[in-house]
């Protein structure tokens, strides 16, 4: 069968083990029932996220043009203390910004390749670990806007790692750690504008498992602009990671806006 499509990332469905959809115009793929098969990845061209124009992908999903002019794709997407809404000042568009902005966010702890720290909407919870391969995850504060989780976050980065090494994220090297006692020891780690939302006793620690049957002990990433025909036996699912058997992952959400063809 064959599946041809725009890529996004991947959707998930939190169950045990995690269950992973691609979701096409016209189609969808579970990912899950492909474990353990030979499937084929072909490049055939590029259609921003954005605008939908057939324009080289840049960054994120989009050209460069709606890259540098996209209200989504502003700053304070990637680092949240830039966040201006809450002061009714506009970076790029004022009512979206509004929209995203002035939400509750989540700061968490997250265990992938070690703990890390790091900032979500409270929509995205747990999807936001889901995606960054995270085997637990617990959250520390929920504040009402993306400013004071972007900055518990900064203060959190001196004692944190604030990015996941996606080599030993997929290579499952992950070192044992308590979540719990973690989030106990950096109450005063907090800024005073967000103590208030800091509650111990909230401990709900996620615990997340995925569709892997076997883990690479090395990885090489496939680069469909340099490899536009690859095909492989589907090992594992981990992340937004497809997992082959020659150690070849496949990062869906690097390539969104890229038009494939998938067949099985």
């Given at each position: 069968?064959?599946?041809?499509?725009?890529?996004?990332?991947?959707?998930?469905?939190?169950?045990?083990?995690?269950?992973?959809?691609?979701?096409?115009?016209?189609?969808?793929?579970?990912?899950?029932?492909?474990?353990?098969?030979?499937?084929?990845?072909?490049?055939?061209?590029?259609?921003?996220?954005?605008?939908?124009?057939?324009?080289?992908?840049?960054?994120?999903?989009?050209?460069?043009?709606?890259?540098?002019?996209?209200?989504?794709?502003?700053?304070?997407?990637?680092?949240?203390?830039?966040?201006?809404?809450?002061?009714?000042?506009?970076?790029?568009d004022l009512d979206y910004e509004k929209r995203v902005q002035l939400q509750p966010h989540i700061v968490y702890l997250a265990l992938s390749?070690?703990?890390?720290?790091?900032?979500?909407?409270?929509?995205?919870?747990?999807?936001?670990?889901?995606?960054?391969?995270?085997?637990?995850?617990?959250?520390?504060?929920?504040?009402?806007?993306?400013?004071?989780?972007?900055?518990?976050?900064?203060?959190?980065?001196?004692?944190?790692?604030?990015?996941?090494?996606?080599?030993?994220?997929?290579?499952?090297?992950?070192?044992?750690?308590?979540?719990?006692?973690?989030?106990?020891?950096?109450?005063?780690?907090?800024p005073k504008e967000a103590q208030e939302y800091f509650h111990l006793e909230k401990e709900d620690l996620y615990h997340i498992?995925?569709?892997?049957?076997?883990?690479?002990?090395?990885?090489?990433?496939?680069?469909?602009?340099?490899?536009?025909?690859?095909?492989?036996?589907?090992?594992?699912?981990?992340?937004?990671?497809?997992?082959?058997?020659?150690?070849?992952?496949?990062?869906?959400?690097?390539?969104?806006?890229?038009?494939?063809?998938?067949?099985?």
């Amino acid at each position: 069968m064959t599946y041809e499509g725009v890529l996004t990332k991947m959707q998930t469905e939190f169950l045990a083990p995690i269950q992973y959809y691609l979701v096409f115009e016209n189609s969808f793929l579970n990912l899950n029932q492909l474990l353990d098969k030979s499937i084929e990845i072909n490049f055939q061209g590029y259609q921003c996220l954005n605008c939908g124009k057939k324009k080289k992908i840049f960054r994120q999903g989009f050209c460069y043009d709606c890259f540098i002019s996209s209200a989504s794709a502003g700053d304070w997407i990637m680092k949240p203390e830039l966040s201006t809404a809450h002061l009714d000042l506009e970076d790029r568009d004022l009512d979206y910004e509004k929209r995203v902005q002035l939400q509750p966010h989540i700061v968490y702890l997250a265990l992938s390749s070690e703990v890390k720290v790091g900032v979500t909407r409270k929509t995205q919870v747990p999807t936001r670990w889901i995606d960054q391969g995270a085997v637990q995850a617990i959250a520390i504060v929920e504040v009402p806007n993306r400013y004071l989780a972007g900055i518990t976050e900064v203060a959190l980065k001196n004692h944190y790692a604030d990015k996941t090494n996606w080599q030993k994220m997929l290579k499952n090297e992950v070192p044992a750690a308590d979540l719990i006692k973690e989030k106990a020891s950096l109450r005063y780690l907090i800024p005073k504008e967000a103590q208030e939302y800091f509650h111990l006793e909230k401990e709900d620690l996620y615990h997340i498992h995925f569709p892997v049957l076997e883990y690479p002990k090395k990885v090489t990433s496939l680069n469909l602009d340099k490899t536009p025909n690859f095909s492989g036996k589907l090992k594992g699912i981990k992340g937004q990671y497809l997992l082959f058997e020659d150690g070849t992952v496949f990062n869906v959400r690097t390539y969104e806006g890229y038009v494939v063809k998938f067949s099985v």
